[in-house]
């Protein structure tokens, strides 16, 4: 390399012929010294800490907006979390409530329990698909929540439907008159016009008289309300049940009524003993039936076949 030099007003020039370490040399102290200014100007400006202030509050900034953001992400999820634990608890409490509804309506229907056990989870199976499931893909676990919510809600109306049916059938078959009012006894009396006992003139008999042992229980044929319970003129103690539907029955000369008043009573439930009080020649029980406020022949209701 070579260094022309000019000086003086008549350009006298002289040239330099420059080593290769020279030129190495020149290179540095040309290129570096402003580099060395630069450096120290931007340290001496920065406080000596090598950063740039208004970068350094624009990182800082940015943090405390993700923590923001992260916070707040936190409290929604657990926001989440909570709404769908209740969701669980509901279905749980729900699926108790199915499972009561199912033993229930077995219990009614009078089902082997075998048949239908609600302590159990439904047995299932099926041999191994070879589908891959490719392309499908699975409902989220919100969704599928409220597709089991659904579900639920309308099992349990139909199982309500079922069980308020179930019941008007079982409450009518209670309340529908058939059989005797008695467990031992035999028919000494039938309905229609017979000859008074007591004074030998023929006289309406208005129901039916089942001899028996003095003591032996007496039932009532449906159930029904009780609506006298006491001593009545020429009945004795009498027993009066009222079945709805028009229905009362009556079951009178008893040694002692077992209900009261208003009383709700079963079908086949004892309501006395038999006895001989009133005007009666010993111990009987005298049924009868009324419809509409008419007495009907009980015989009728004593053969008719339990529904």
């Not at 102290?29 to 402003?34: F, T």
């Not at 309905?191 to 309406?204: E, K, L, Q, S, V």
């Not at 009666?280 to 008419?294: I, Q």
């Amino acid at each position: 390399m070579k260094l022309i030099i000019i000086r003086g007003k008549h350009g006298e020039s002289k040239t330099l012929s420059l080593s290769r370490w020279t030129r190495a040399l020149l290179s540095v102290v040309l290129i570096g010294a402003p580099l060395s200014v630069g450096v120290y100007l931007g340290y001496s400006v920065n406080g000596g800490d090598g950063l740039d202030h208004h970068a350094l509050q624009a990182i800082k900034g940015q943090v405390e907006k993700e923590q923001q953001q992260l916070a707040a992400t936190q409290q929604d999820t657990a926001q989440q979390l909570q709404a769908l634990t209740l969701r669980m608890a509901e279905l749980q409490a729900r699926l108790v409530r199915l499972d009561a509804l199912g033993e229930r309506l077995t219990s009614i229907a009078k089902l082997d329990k075998g048949e239908f056990n609600f302590n159990q989870r439904p047995a299932v199976g099926g041999p191994e698909a070879a589908d891959s499931m490719t392309g499908y893909t699975a409902p989220s676990f919100v969704d599928a929540i409220d597709q089991l919510t659904a579900l639920v809600d309308d099992r349990q109306q139909q199982l309500e439907i079922l069980e308020s049916l179930m019941e008007n059938r079982k409450l009518q078959d209670d309340t529908f008159l058939a059989g005797r009012p008695i467990k031992k006894g035999w028919m000494s009396s039938r309905f229609g016009h017979r000859t008074d006992p007591f004074n030998g003139r023929i006289a309406m008999h208005k129901g039916v008289d089942f001899a028996g042992k003095e003591g032996s229980e007496v039932i009532t044929v449906a159930a029904g309300v009780v609506t006298w319970s006491a001593e009545r003129y020429g009945y004795g103690q009498m027993v009066e049940v009222n079945h709805g539907g028009g229905y009362i029955t009556r079951y009178a000369h008893n040694k002692e009524n077992l209900v009261k008043v208003g009383d709700v009573v079963k079908k086949g439930q004892v309501l006395a003993h038999m006895g001989s009080s009133g005007r009666s020649t010993g111990p009987h029980v005298h049924f009868e039936v009324y419809k509409h406020g008419r007495s009907v022949d009980p015989a009728a209701y004593i053969h008719r076949a339990s529904r």
